[in-house]
């Protein structure tokens, strides 16, 4: 069983920056692709950012040169700097994480509860 909870979420002004956490805990080898997404209210969620295990990163065009993602394998966590935040970044953002369990129950992609990010402008 896998578990991740995220925090740092709240209210900035625009021009502003958070940092959201998010850590894994549970029974597991190890994790492989971790990743960020977010939901704003009456649309489908997308994906954020994510990186592998190795480091290597992905980022849909909208964050780019704003947002970094990064991780820590030995804390089992993954990060998502967020700078000159706008208001529209305002939305719930998710943590997902692809887990390998074990030999016999193989991957899990799990999901975290979310945090509110909210920017006023």
Do not use: H
Not at 20 to 49: D, H
Not at 84 to 105: F, Q
């Amino acid at each position: 069983q896998v578990q991740l909870v995220e925090s740092g979420g709240g209210l900035v002004q625009a021009g502003g920056s958070l940092r959201l956490s998010c850590a894994a805990s549970g029974r597991f080898l190890s994790i492989n692709t971790m990743g960020w997404y977010r939901q704003a209210p009456g649309k489908q969620r997308e994906l954020v950012a994510t990186i592998t295990r190795s480091g290597i990163t992905n980022y849909v065009d909208l964050v780019k040169g704003r947002f970094t993602i990064s991780r820590d394998n030995a804390k089992n966590t993954a990060y998502l700097q967020m700078n000159s935040l706008k208001p529209e970044d305002t939305a719930v953002y998710y943590c997902n994480a692809d887990v390998l369990a074990g030999v016999t129950y193989g991957s899990i992609d799990s999901w975290g509860q979310g945090t509110q990010v909210t920017v006023s402008s």
